[in-house]
C-alpha cells in the first residue's frame, strides 16, 4: 500500500486544519492507519489511528480533545482534523499502515510498514 500526505500549510494558531492521507495499491487489506507526528528535536509521536474496515479509532494518551481522525473508504482516504491549533502543533505530520494483527503497540511508529512522505505543518502566533 502506498500513502500519500497532504493539507499542510502555513496557519494561524486558533484555526482548523485537515489533513487527508489517501491510499493506493492493496488497500482490500485490513490495516491500521496511524498519524503520527514530528516535531524539531523530538520524538515521532502517535496522535491516532483507526482501522479501515471497522473504523475503530484510538487516540494517543497523551493527545487533547482538539484532534480527530476519522475515514472515507469510498475515497480511499483518511483524515486528521485539528482544531484550536496552537504553535506546538508545528511538526511533520506523517500517516502509516501496518496490517491489523501484525502489531503488539499501536503506538509505536516502528510497528508500522508503510509509510507517507509527510507533510509540514508549520502554526504561527
Known amino acids: 500500500v502506498r500513502l500519500v500526505e497532504s493539507g499542510g500549510g502555513l496557519v494561524q494558531a486558533g484555526e482548523s486544519l485537515r489533513l487527508s492521507c489517501i491510499l493506493s495499491g492493496d488497500t482490500f487489506v485490513e490495516y491500521n492507519i496511524g498519524w503520527f507526528r514530528q516535531a524539531p528535536g523530538k520524538e515521532r509521536e502517535l496522535i491516532s489511528c483507526?482501522?479501515?474496515?471497522?473504523?475503530?479509532?484510538y487516540y494517543g494518551s497523551f493527545m487533547e480533545g482538539r484532534f480527530a481522525i476519522s475515514k472515507d473508504n469510498a475515497k480511499k482516504a483518511v483524515y486528521l482534523q485539528i482544531r484550536d491549533m496552537k504553535p506546538e502543533d508545528t511538526a511533520t505530520y506523517s500517516c502509516?499502515?501496518?496490517?491489523?494483527?501484525?502489531?503488539?503497540?499501536?503506538?509505536?511508529?516502528?510497528?508500522?510498514?508503510?509509510w507517507g512522505q509527510g507533510t509540514q505543518v508549520t502554526v504561527s502566533s
Open positions: 502509516a499502515a501496518v496490517v491489523v494483527g501484525d502489531y503488539n503497540d499501536k503506538d509505536a511508529a516502528e510497528e508500522y510498514d508503510y
Open positions: 483507526i482501522n479501515t474496515s471497522d473504523g475503530t479509532t
